[in-house]
């Protein structure tokens, strides 16, 4: 289940990547504007400031976080993004931090950019760090005896849920697309007593908290700690200085 509030506790880093790549659009007039995977709805807002005359679409596959969406007055749906496809007008089609839940992502892009009108923009982004320290902590702790068997199918056990820049790169210039692909770390400056198991609490952990019990979460979370403290040591000042890859993809049909 996903947590609103949780996932928005780090609102204005999580939004850099969306702005980034929403500067690469070239888009002036689109006639609908599509977030696949809106979450909370406070990014999606801004593509009405950006495009007035749009008809904004805004889905997502969590009741919670269309129900925030709503609350601030998004017009959101429940579709899950492997579910939905673009209606004839989408000129713009925007899937920000979405696809890495999405297995079979790829042939998603593939199908999406030969519904999507010529000359329609597709743009997403997602996270390129599931090698990193966070995650190789996420895994060792997923494999010790007392959680194995109920994080036995965790999604982040793998490191290469995603693309690089060059393969999506590939895969949508196959597809007759203009593509422009890069990648940027973020260097993310945090605050608080564990400030990346905050962060990834509302984001890679909420498929292992969804499958443990209360005392059993608050065992794994005990056990990670340490870890990610090794990993991501406070400064002298109290921040923690969280370095966040991202693969940032924009291409016109």
Not at 13 to 27: I, Q
Request: aromatic residues 10%; negative net charge; contains cysteine.
């Amino acid at each position: 289940m996903w947590n609103p509030d949780i996932y928005l506790a780090f609102a204005d880093h999580r939004g850099r990547p969306f702005y980034d790549l929403l500067a690469r659009v070239g888009a002036q007039t689109p006639r609908r504007v599509a977030d696949v995977g809106c979450g909370p709805g406070n990014l999606t807002a801004t593509l009405s400031e950006r495009w007035p005359d749009a008809v904004i679409e805004a889905v997502d596959n969590s009741p919670e976080m269309v129900a925030a969406a709503r609350a601030r007055g998004v017009d959101a749906r429940v579709v899950a993004a492997a579910d939905w496809s673009p209606a004839p007008d989408t000129d713009v089609m925007v899937s920000n931090a979405v696809l890495q839940w999405v297995p079979e992502h790829r042939e998603l892009l593939r199908r999406w950019v030969t519904q999507l009108p010529k000359g329609a923009w597709l743009a997403f982004q997602v996270p390129g760090n599931f090698d990193s320290p966070s995650h190789q902590a996420v895994r060792e702790v997923a494999r010790r005896p007392e959680f194995a068997d109920a994080l036995a199918d965790i999604r982040f056990r793998e490191t290469n849920v995603v693309d690089d820049p060059a393969g999506y790169a590939a895969l949508l210039t196959a597809e007759g697309c203009t593509v422009d692909a890069w990648e940027t770390t973020y260097l993310h400056q945090l605050t608080g007593e564990t400030p990346v198991l905050d962060w990834i609490t509302g984001t890679a952990l909420t498929d292992v908290r969804s499958r443990l019990t209360d005392d059993a979460w608050e065992q794994y979370r005990q056990a990670i700690i340490p870890l990610l403290a090794q990993a991501y040591p406070p400064q002298p000042d109290g921040t923690t200085f969280f370095p966040f890859r991202r693969i940032l993809v924009v291409a016109q049909t």
